[in-house]
């Protein structure tokens, strides 16, 4: 899906359910590789936490484990921000990541 069309379905309010998690992460941009935690994810998004976070309108490759998905951050506030994917992920993609936070938090 495109860029512009996520952007008018954004405006309309939110699509896809998110998920709140805390998984540790890394994003890769023309700045340079950075650590961050992944607070929420949903199919067409994510929220992280990272110290500088990436400016808005910053083109990324979010990465976890065997999860890697390019995306685009929509908004910053404080040390949290926003991330849209270029495409839409897999009900069963945002599970597994769910799962893994999950299996984290039990321990």
């Given at each position: 899906m495109a860029f512009a069309e996520q952007e008018q379905q954004v405006a309309d309010g939110r699509r896809f359910g998110r998920?709140?998690?805390m998984l540790a992460a890394t994003f890769f941009s023309v700045h340079g590789e950075a650590s961050?935690?992944?607070?929420?994810?949903?199919?067409?998004?994510?929220?992280?936490?990272a110290s500088p976070p990436p400016p808005i309108g910053c083109r990324l490759l979010l990465e976890r484990q065997n999860f890697e998905v390019p995306g685009i951050v929509r908004w910053v506030e404080g040390n949290r921000f926003g991330i849209?994917?270029?495409?839409?992920i897999s009900e069963e993609e945002v599970l597994a990541l769910v799962?893994?936070?999950?299996?984290?938090n039990d321990r």
């Open positions: 998920h709140r998690i961050g935690v992944l607070l929420d994810v949903s199919q067409g998004g994510a929220m992280l936490s849209q994917f270029e495409d839409m799962s893994k936070s999950s299996a984290n």
